[in-house]
């Protein structure tokens, strides 16, 4: 007896199910990365009781909530603890170098597409450590994502004992985190020093207030030009004069943006120009 054909790739439910995250987040799956659709799908495939990825369209057709659901399982949600610890090293000299210009208010920082959480809560370990031995205040934090459940888990600051060594000493652990069954919570005196928002940065109202620091590391990689260029342009928006940008290692303004330029003073990290951002990237 012969083996019955293979099930044909359904390429129409992919297509649709990578438009559907784009249309909601600006951010894009290339065509050789498809196979992230099925296999990013496939807990959540299981847990509604379908096989297909053409049924799962189906439902999202059906309810807006299991779109939200596929979009969140869709994100890229990779991070952890201290991640490029130079670089976060660099992020806490130049708020020192800030301090000592003698600035009379608390410096802001801004972790935009923060994930689960490891980015803002190595940021304020960071600063908590530093400012307890010269009695400075500490920076407000923002922390912002598109994912609501990614924000959930960040608010909840609750880690898996995998999670938690990813780039956390044990001294770190025992100082700022209480073991809960199987799991690591961060204090709540830690995770009080972060406000965390949801927000797209392609088209969501940005927080108020402008920011000496802002973090959007790893974001820019999946968006189109056009939509890098407007986020970018955005950013400078609520930078104040003589901010720094910190992007991730395989990103760059250059050729993306006139808004920032790189930093003389903080090799990798970049400042604000000067130039206004372009109108045409409102228009995107």
Partial sequence: MLNPAPHPRPTGALNVLAALLESRTGQQIAANREWRIETALKPLLRDRGLETLDELVGEVLRSPAVGDLVVDALLNQESSFFR????????????????????????????????LGQEP????????????????????????????????????GRYSQFEIQRGLPIRRMMQWFDTVGGDWVAKPELVRQISFRKLNLVADPLPIGRFDVILCRNVLLYLSPALRRRVLDRLAEVARPGALLVLGAGETVIGQTEAFRPSPRYRGLYEPSGVMPCARAAAV
């Fill in 84 to 115: 490029d610890a130079a670089v976060l090293d660099m992020v806490a000299e130049a708020v020192d170098a800030m301090r000592a210009e003698g600035l009379n208010r608390r410096l802001r920082i801004w972790s935009a597409g923060c994930s």
């Fill in 121 to 156: 809560l190595s940021l304020a370990m960071l600063f908590s450590e530093r400012d307890e031995k010269t009695g400075a205040v500490s920076p407000e934090i923002v922390a912002t994502d598109v994912s609501e459940q990614a924000l959930s888990r960040a608010r909840a």
